[in-house]
């Protein structure tokens, strides 16, 4: 049995816990918030687990093996960073860190105390996504074109971070997972207009053989969308993450160019055949993601989704950031 101690009780910390109490193999030992009304709504749904308002009291505890930081950015370096010394594997909620630097810091920490880190990049986890990673790698969809989404909605406002640094981690860790190839330049434009944050910003990426990646993300949007277009030079696919069935539809249609002798005699025909939904697993992400953060655990395996996959996307981000600030600036990685 796995003694787990949860750190933040907001708006994620309780869907942390539920989870891992629904794991046969794990005990959440202790939760921990700074917060007196957090401590009482823990206590109304979590009965005979220790609450804590101080996290050196929870690090003290010599049963708890693994913590999960799901507590505001600004403290996920410190607290991560005082729990990998202290002993404890360190499931982090995204994005990983501030920056780039803390990242780095934590990988060198985690690897010096043999410790692990898991990112939680929830969307890794879900049968649409696993289903198109099936789908680029058994080449379905043919040489990858472009990777297309759209994630807005209204609210919820932060007001620790901006709307990037809040939705885009969702896309960035996905790309990473599906393209595995290192970004070469990012642009990235927006705008504040309610509480000093960007709340609307649009970022394209760049990657290596011609494979291009757009990402809008809005906390302004009069209605929730999250639909993804990824285009192959076979087939092209449509991911819409709202519906409730056919999540994923794939599309057998595409542009075939034939050159004659000069540059006036090139032909351009399209294909349109079939679509089709392909089934995808129903399963709860969060639910799949920490039974594989416990699993590394025990068979002391590396998850995919680690420190350095973590690193990987905050990179991006932060190239993303300086784009935002220098008005749509080039940013080589």
């Known amino acids: 049995m796995l003694e787990v101690g949860v750190i933040g009780y907001g708006y994620w910390g309780p869907n942390i816990v539920r989870n891992f109490q629904g794991l046969g193999n ?8 700074k917060s007196s009304a957090a401590l009482r709504r823990a206590s109304s749904v979590n009965h005979g687990v220790k609450l804590l ?11 708890i093996e693994a913590v999960a930081v799901v507590s505001p950015v600004w403290t996920h370096f410190e607290v991560a960073k005082e729990a990998l010394e202290r002993g404890k594997h360190v499931f982090v909620e995204k994005p990983f860190t501030r920056t780039v630097a803390e990242a780095e810091q934590l990988i060198e920490i985690a690897e010096k105390n043999h410790r692990k880190i898991m990112v939680d990049h929830t969307f890794l986890f879900t049968g649409a996504v696993r289903k ?5 790698d058994d080449g379905t969809l043919g040489t990858l074109y472009y990777y297309d989404s ?14 990037v640094w809040d939705l885009a981690p969702h896309d960035l860790s996905i790309l990473d997972y599906l393209i595995r ?7 990235a434009t927006g ?15 760049y990657f290596p053989d011609n494979v291009i990646a757009h990402v809008n993300v809005n906390w302004l949007s009069p209605v929730k969308v999250r639909t993804t277009l990824i285009g192959g030079e076979k087939r092209m696919l449509v991911w819409n993450d709202l519906e409730a069935d056919e999540k994923i539809k794939i599309y057998d249609k595409g542009v075939q160019v034939k050159s004659g002798q000069g540059v006036y005699d090139l032909l351009v025909s399209y294909r349109s055949g ?9 399963c709860e992400a969060l639910r799949s993601e920490l039974s594989y953060f416990v699993d590394c655990i025990n068979s002391d395996q590396k998850p995919f989704n680690d420190g350095e996959a973590g690193l990987r996307v905050i990179r991006m981000l932060e190239a993303a950031e ?9 940013v080589h990685l």
Do not use: Y
Request: charge should be negative.
């Open 150 to 163: 759209m994630r807005v909605n209204l609210g919820l406002f932060q007001h620790d971070v901006n709307v």
């Open 181 to 187: 190839k290192n970004p070469e330049a990012i642009i």
């Open 53 to 63: 308002d101080n996290t050196a009291d929870l690090f003290s505890m010599p049963d």
């Open 132 to 136: 198109i990673r099936q789908l680029i």
């Open 322 to 330: 300086i784009s935002l600030k220098a008005k749509g600036k080039v």
């Open 26 to 33: 794990v005990h959440v030992a202790a939760i921990c918030d």
């Open 191 to 205: 705008e504040r207009h309610l509480n000093g944050l960007e709340d609307i910003a649009f970022i394209t990426i």
């Open 274 to 282: 079939d679509m089709w939904a392909p089934k995808v697993d129903q």
